[in-house]
């Protein structure tokens, strides 16, 4: 009976395999496999477990290893991999203990979460997603690698693709935003910045795509928290990014958090096996998010044996930090509960990394110190990250063309994020070394030498509730001024500003208020700060808002009454320096955002690719609220600002929008041209959007959906034709039998400069 179920498994593998393989083995492919077959001959069963288990680095000093708990695991072959080892020396140090004492001499995988940067921190990935650049984001990943790499890295965890549409859930920080055609764009850039053609390259890393799946979609925002959609959803709206990423070759993907259809991700065979390899063809290996396997204890998935057989047979294949596949797969082996062919297959793809990443001809292939020391940190990076850093600032708002400033007088520079450097390259900065990263006001002063005079004061702490603050700051430092009142900051600010010609205010988030575990249910920016803005407003002096988030905020108070708004995000290290471009207008901002900013909170989630309903409000055509339409009595269904919204110091407009037919075959392609003009006094640059509409469809389908977009710079009083491809595939979408299809009919086609304005077309799909 045990043996036929056995044979059944082992055919139903080998047709998996054949059907995820998809394409003919090739002969390297060949050759790994014989390679890997032979060293799996001679592998016991521990080894083969061992191979699974990603190890904490926990305190791993150089020179140590070999005497340490670790080196006791890595000579006895329990570790497959390490997490978050910095320095290539210690790296070098902990392989020559695996390649050299173990019995089988496996190399480690070392990976760390290089999410914007190494040491040179680049934007947040949200920032980074307002550039709208695909080059640029492609190049501050390629940068990444080869920083990491020159310091013993081989694979990071990035990029994180989760579509997030609410900014309540501080990871939203972390992503390419709401939506579905650009994340996957910058899901595709990202792969190929860290591995580029050839991972068995120095100087390429491996990428792992995460969190796979619909992470992004936690209940009420809460970091962790449970996801339910419907699989419609998930293949038109939140499933792309991912494929995008696997697509363009990823060679890993991390579990998430949540739970989906009553499973969590890391135990869902439809997610990791039947959808992942089985559909979509992945043949890389998939890892836990940090300790996720035990959770599934706490999510009530029985006892810690139990979900380590759960994960391994839905297809998870190594288990991070948590050890249940360490300590418990062989009982389980040995129960009957897994077959050895489970665990054979997770090591297989393990080795297979190993292998593509070239570690086992060369285990020290990361380790070269004088890499080390010349390819971290160089002017070239540093300059690469400040032009990053212009290219995602936001500017929200900009009466009277306050900004750019002149570099005379004397400008008031005051906020808690004004002299920070620990909260200037944002969350997950894992590899930076803060005292590298440009302070506001080193920027400005660097920039305007002698030309003007810089005063500064800290004008208010993050937050006055010391709780808050811990809560906010667990991984640097307590950061309320034990010296000074609330009201004695205040003063001070007021006091120098008051002074001034202009005040330049740093307000916002700390670093540590988005990212991981930093959910919140009030989005504005934390009431002192509020109130200094007020106190410094009310010197009747300019104010220019220096906003820092890593996510959108209820804006709703300062869009009122504070002149100029810069959303600046998190800069990476050279977030100063970069500020000055923007400010005093060397380089005239760009980004727009990629996430809707709401009204206030109770709109959330909020997005542009919302459906219609069967009670729109634009049907009342009566202002912002009609009884029984769907709208609310207390706001108008309009975001504060809309996703794609970004101003210039120079003006653009849109003409002539044009399509060169009118009636479009499935099979064919439509070419949409438009004329874009500077009409303002700058040079610049625009991101031009194209969004479509499917007007009627076997399905609902959203009221607009982005399908092109170019970021073109223009001189001042230039135009140029634009033409944009609209193909068989953007007009496709997952029917309810979630097949991939366009459906003949009415589509509406829109060019503007974000997605609540543009000019408007139609054309019609024939079979
Ligand atoms: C996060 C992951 C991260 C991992 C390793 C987890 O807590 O969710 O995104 O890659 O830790 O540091």
Redesign the pocket.
């Known amino acids: 009976m045990k043996s036929t179920k056995i044979l059944i498994l082992s055919l139903l593998m080998l047709f998996s395999y054949t059907i995820s393989a998809q394409q003919k083995p090739t002969a390297s492919d060949q050759k790994m496999k014989v390679f890997i077959d032979g060293l799996m001959k001679k592998m016991t069963i521990d080894e083969k477990i061992g191979q699974l288990n990603l190890c904490g680095a926990g305190d791993i000093t150089t020179g140590q290893t070999a005497s340490s708990d670790i080196g006791k695991k890595l000579r006895e072959g329990k570790v497959g991999a390490i997490?978050?080892l910095k320095s290539v020396e210690k790296i070098r140090d902990v392989q020559k203990v695996a390649v050299e004492e173990s019995r089988l001499k496996i190399p480690l995988l070392f990976g760390m979460?290089v999410i914007h940067g190494y040491e040179t921190t680049f934007p947040i990935p949200l920032a980074l997603s307002c550039s709208w650049d695909m080059s640029l984001i492609e190049k501050t990943a390629r940068i990444a690698a080869t920083e990491a790499s020159a310091d013993g890295i081989c694979w990071t965890?990035s990029p994180?693709v989760d579509i997030a549409r609410d900014p309540r859930w501080g990871r939203i920080a972390e992503g390419a935003g709401e939506d579905t055609y650009l994340g996957s764009q910058v899901a595709r850039a990202m792969v190929k910045g860290y591995q580029g053609n050839d991972l068995t390259k120095n100087n390429t890393i491996m990428a792992c795509v995460?969190?796979f799946a619909m992470y992004g979609a936690a209940e009420a925002g809460r970091d962790y928290n449970t996801t339910d959609m419907s699989r419609l959803r998930m293949f038109n709206e939140y499933l792309p990014p991912y494929k995008a990423a696997f697509d363009a070759g990823a060679g890993s993907a991390?579990t998430s958090?949540n739970e989906l259809d009553g499973l969590p991700a890391t135990a869902n065979k439809w997610l990791m096996t039947d959808l992942l390899r089985k559909q979509w063809g992945f043949n890389g290996f998939v890892v836990t998010?940090?300790t996720a396997i035990n959770e599934m204890i706490e999510h009530g998935m029985g006892d810690l044996q139990t979900v380590s057989a759960l994960a391994l047979k839905a297809g998870t294949d190594m288990d991070?930090v948590g050890e249940g596949y360490l300590t418990t797969l062989k009982k389980s082996l040995k129960e009957g509960k897994i077959t050895e062919a489970y665990i054979n297959q997770a090591c297989r793809r393990i080795l297979e990394a190993k292998y593509k990443l070239g570690l086992f001809d060369d285990p020290y292939r990361y380790c070269d110190a004088n890499r080390a020391k010349t390819e971290i940190g160089t002017e070239e990076h540093m300059k690469a990250a400040r032009e990053a850093a212009t290219q995602t600032f936001v500017l929200l708002k900009n009466e009277n063309q306050l900004l750019p400033l002149q570099k005379k007088g004397k400008i008031a520079l005051v906020g808690p994020l004004a002299d920070n450097i620990y909260n200037m390259a944002g969350m997950w900065s894992v590899a930076v070394d803060h005292n590298q990263s440009i302070t506001v006001l080193q920027g400005l002063k660097n920039t305007v030498g002698n030309q003007a005079e810089i005063v500064y004061a800290k004008g208010s702490n993050f937050v006055d509730d010391p709780q808050l603050d811990l809560n906010i700051n667990n991984t640097i430092i307590p950061t309320i001024d034990s010296l000074r009142t609330s009201q004695q900051l205040r003063d001070e600010a007021v006091a120098i500003a008051s002074k001034s010609d202009v005040i330049i205010a740093a307000l916002g988030e700390a670093a540590e208020m988005s990212g991981?575990c930093t959910s919140r249910t009030n989005i504005q920016i934390p009431e002192n700060q509020r109130e200094l803005l007020k106190a410094l407003l009310a010197t009747g002096k300019p104010v220019v808002l220096l906003l820092f988030t890593g996510r959108p905020l209820d804006l709703s108070w300062e869009s009122k009454n504070v002149p100029a708004i810069l959303n600046v995000w998190f800069g990476g290290t050279q977030t100063g320096n970069a500020i000055a471009d923007v400010v005093f207008g060397k380089v005239n901002p760009s980004g727009k955002i990629t996430a809707t900013f709401p009204q206030n909170i109770g709109q959330v989630p909020i997005y542009y690719n919302h459906k219609n309903t069967g009670r729109p409000i634009d049907a009342g055509k009566g202002g912002w609220f009609t009884k029984f339409l769907s709208n609310y009595v207390d706001v108008s269904n309009e975001p504060l600002y809309p996703f794609g919204y970004g101003l210039s110091y120079t003006t653009f407009s849109y003409s002539d929008l044009k399509l060169d037919k009118q009636k479009v075959s499935s099979a064919g392609k439509l070419t949409v041209s438009v004329t874009l003009t500077n009409t303002g006094k700058y040079d610049g640059s625009e991101v031009a959007q194209l969004y479509i509409r499917d007007m009627v469809g076997s399905i609902t389908r959203p009221v607009k959906e982005l399908k092109g977009f170019q970021k073109i710079f223009l001189k001042a009083g230039e135009s140029r034709t634009l033409n944009f491809t609209i193909t068989p595939a953007d007009l496709a979408f997952y029917n309810s039998d979630l097949q991939f299809k366009s459906e003949p009919g009415d589509f509406k086609v829109f060019v503007g400069t974000n997605s609540a304005s543009g000019l408007e077309a139609g054309f019609e799909l024939i079979k």
Do not use: G, V
């Open positions: 997490l978050n979460d965890f994180m995460k969190h991390m958090f998010d940090f991070m991981e």
